[in-house]
Nanobody
Framework: QVQLVESGGGLVQAGDSLRLSCAAS????MGWFRQTQGKEREFVAS????????LYADSVKGRFTISRDSAKNTVYLQMNSLKPEDTAKYYC?????????????????WGQGTQVTVSS
C-alpha cells in the first residue's frame, strides 16, 4: 500500500473553483472519489499511472480535470463551476491497475479525505 495525503479542500461559493492535491509516489493508477454522510462513496475521476488514460463521472465531465505531475509525485483534481451538490468529502485513491477504473474496490490505498463545501 502507498500513503496518500490530500489537500486543497475548503468552503467556496457556487461557481467558484478549487484544486485538490494528492501526494503519492509510485506507478499507480490514481482516482478521486467523494462521499456524503449516509451515502456510498461515489466515483469522480481516475487517471492511469502514466497519465495517458482518464475517466470521469458524467456528473463532473466538463467541469473537473484530473492530472498528475510525476516529477512532483502529485495528482490533482481541478474543480471548476462548483455546485452545491459537489459538497462532499473527497478521497484520493491508488491502485495497481493498468487502466483507470470507476470502482472503489479496484483501489487498494486511500487517503483520509478533504472536505469540500459549496454554498449556494
Amino acid at each position: 500500500q502507498v500513503q496518500l495525503v490530500e489537500s486543497g479542500g475548503g468552503l467556496v461559493q457556487a461557481g467558484d473553483s478549487l484544486r485538490l492535491s494528492c501526494a503519492a509516489s509510485g506507478r499507480y493508477a490514481m482516482g478521486w472519489f467523494r462521499q456524503t454522510q449516509g451515502k456510498e462513496r461515489e466515483f469522480v475521476a481516475s487517471i492511469s499511472w502514466n497519465g495517458d488514460n482518464i475517466l470521469y463521472a458524467d456528473s463532473v465531465k466538463g467541469r473537473f480535470t484530473i492530472s498528475r505531475d510525476s516529477a512532483k509525485n502529485t495528482v490533482y483534481l481541478q474543480m471548476n463551476s462548483l455546485k452545491p451538490e459537489d459538497t462532499a468529502k473527497y478521497y484520493c485513491a491508488a491502485g495497481r491497475i493498468p487502466r483507470p477504473r470507476s470502482r472503489a474496490a479496484d483501489f487498494s490505498s486511500w487517503g483520509q479525505g478533504t472536505q469540500v463545501t459549496v454554498s449556494s
